[in-house]
């Protein structure tokens, strides 16, 4: 029995030194391991690439700007002006006409059998005017008869002129060489006197009219010069300010303000055609020189506009020495779980260190020392920036939140915070 009190003893003796000796290695495995930096890998790392610009000098001119629409000038209604039946229609919407083209032609039986029978009144009335007119010569009849017959002559004569007319108007003619608009008149349909049956458009002299709030149009006269651009053009066209609306009814006080304008062929037409939408400006103040950055390097954040700058810093970062090649070992023996498993055994009191790697000589060097170094770095500024008149892909800055020799970042991305490492990969160029 002495002999196993003896092996218990020994085994409760190995369990205690197999509990202590595990505390510095447990602690050791969960500290955090730090791995030597260089210089030459900080030097080495790189930020977000960014493109960058300068701020420059540009004019700005001080424009207002509303919406406006492209107007005919010249706008010719065509109606019918005898009662019949339409025979033919010789135009379609987008059709080219020229003045005194025939477009729509109604029926002229009746309103030839109209003539006839005027003509027959009216030679009727003729010869009994004449007959009286003799007898009154003779003195058989007083004046005041033979004015009875003169009147019956006269009204015979005006419903001959009138028919005459009425022929006349069977055939409608455009009054101006231009474009059919609209149209509400088909073969075969009967028409009144008065209903409508095209429109004409003349092309070739065209107006914008710009809606003009109440508060701007006291800068707007006669004669003032004003741009215009229409959707499918991408360049601001001259204008002349024609007229101005004297009142307005707009419940939102807009004025009708109309820009003579030059209208010029295009491919397949016009290039100006009535209903087309036009922005216009009006110059309201000379022109102003300030530093101005392009509308893609701003951010709009919360309501207000941000802009980033990249600064130049020298910062203190810990590095450390390469180890000797002689000490170094393999990555995996450096760091793995073995290696850290006897790094943690040899702060035990070496149980584990004489089973692992051999210690190293005296003097050598065991780990890297670890010293700081001052590295330049590139980092994102955010910057709060008031933005005022913009023009040509460019916008003012208000308050100087930037100068010339500053590089603001372009196309920003998402990543991009105040203080992130950046690395610039395109310079906009020198100021």
Not at 63 to 70: K, L, M, N, P
Not at 209 to 229: D, I, K, N, R, S
Not at 247 to 271: C, E, H, I, M
């Amino acid at each position: 029995m002495r002999w196993l009190w003896s092996l218990v003893k020994a085994l409760l003796v190995l369990l205690v030194l197999t509990g202590l000796l595990s505390v510095p290695i447990l602690y050791s495995l969960g500290r955090p391991q730090v791995r030597a930096v260089s210089i030459e890998k900080i030097h080495a790392e790189e930020g977000i690439p960014v493109e960058t610009v300068h701020p420059v000098l540009k004019e700005f001119r001080d424009y207002f700007h509303c919406d406006g629409s492209v107007v005919a000038d010249v706008r010719a209604m065509l109606r019918a002006n005898v009662e019949e039946v339409v025979e033919v229609v010789n135009a379609r919407v987008g059709d080219a006409v020229r003045k005194g083209q025939v477009l729509v032609e109604f029926r002229k039986t009746d309103l030839e059998a109209a003539i006839q029978a005027a003509e027959t009144a009216f030679q009727e009335a003729q010869n009994n005017y004449d007959r009286y007119a003799k007898l009154r010569e003779d003195g058989v009849i007083s004046q005041d008869r033979l004015e009875l017959y003169r009147t019956r002559r006269d009204n015979a004569a005006a419903a001959l002129e009138a028919a005459r007319s009425r022929l006349k108007f069977a055939d409608v003619a455009s009054p101006v060489d231009g474009v059919v608009e609209q149209r509400w008149v088909e073969a075969g349909e009967y028409k009144g006197v008065g209903k409508e049956l095209m429109t004409i458009v003349d092309l070739s002299t065209v107006e914008v009219a710009a809606l003009v709030p109440e508060a701007q149009v006291a800068h707007v006269a006669p004669g003032t010069q004003a741009e215009f651009m229409l959707e499918s053009q991408d360049e601001w066209l001259a204008g002349t300010v024609s007229r101005v609306s004297p009142a307005t009814t707009d419940p939102n006080r807009f004025f009708d303000v109309y820009l003579k304008v030059q209208n010029s062929p295009a491919s397949g037409g016009w290039l100006m055609r009535p209903g087309m939408y036009a922005q216009v400006r009006f110059l309201r103040s000379d022109k102003v020189t300030t530093l101005a950055v392009p509308d893609n390097a701003l951010v709009l954040e919360n309501g207000s506009n941000i802009i980033f700058v990249v600064q130049d810093s020298v910062e203190q970062v810990q590095v450390a020495n390469a180890a000797p090649e002689a000490n170094r070992q393999p990555e995996e023996d450096e760091h793995g779980f073995a290696a850290r498993l006897r790094r943690g055994a040899r702060r035990a009191g070496g149980f584990f260190g004489r089973v692992g790697r051999p210690r190293a000589a005296a003097g050598s060097q065991e780990a890297p020392q670890a010293r700081y170094e001052e590295v330049r770095v590139q980092r994102a500024r955010r910057l709060e920036a008031e933005v005022g008149l913009a023009e040509e892909g460019f916008v003012q800055l208000r308050g100087e939140p930037v100068g010339p020799a500053d590089l603001v970042i372009v196309n920003v991305r998402e990543a991009i915070t105040d203080g992130t490492r950046v690395r610039v990969v395109e310079d906009g160029g020198a100021p």
